[in-house]
């Protein structure tokens, strides 16, 4: 079992910045690929980035791409994003996953929800124009 817990929101105002944080607890997840997802009011779940086991490889959704960043710290068991000229329709519950079955690796299946076996509880993220 791993169980992730998100950190990191609040609210903020357009043009800010903000660091998430997911620690990880119950197992190393130094070999997993991670991902974050965010669901808006009334949206579905969908992908924002992903990182491979190393934080060697990174994807992107594209209206996030040169403003958010993921990375991870495997000695911390912590993966991070952070989010960089936020607007309004950055605003959303931002959720950790771990795919525990992609052998660290991230890849074009990386993006769907149902590739990743274990999520936070997810932390809100506000920005106001």
């Known amino acids: 079992q791993v169980q992730l817990v998100e950190s990191g929101g609040g609210l903020v105002q357009a043009g800010d910045s903000v660091r998430l944080s997911c620690a990880a607890s119950g197992r190393t997840i130094s070999t997993f690929a991670m991902g974050w997802f965010r669901q808006a009011p009334g949206k579905e779940r969908e992908f924002v980035a992903a990182?491979?086991?190393?934080?060697?490889?990174?994807d992107y959704e594209d209206s996030v791409k040169g403003r958010f960043t993921i990375s991870r710290d495997n000695a911390k068991n912590t993966v991070y994003l952070q989010m960089n000229s936020l607007q309004p329709e950055d605003t959303a519950v931002y959720y950790c996953a771990a795919d525990v079955t992609s052998d660290g690796e991230i890849n074009w299946y990386s993006g769907y929800a149902t590739k990743y076996d274990y999520w936070g509880q997810g932390t809100q993220v506000t920005v106001s124009s």
């Open positions: 990182v491979d086991a190393s934080g060697g490889s990174t």
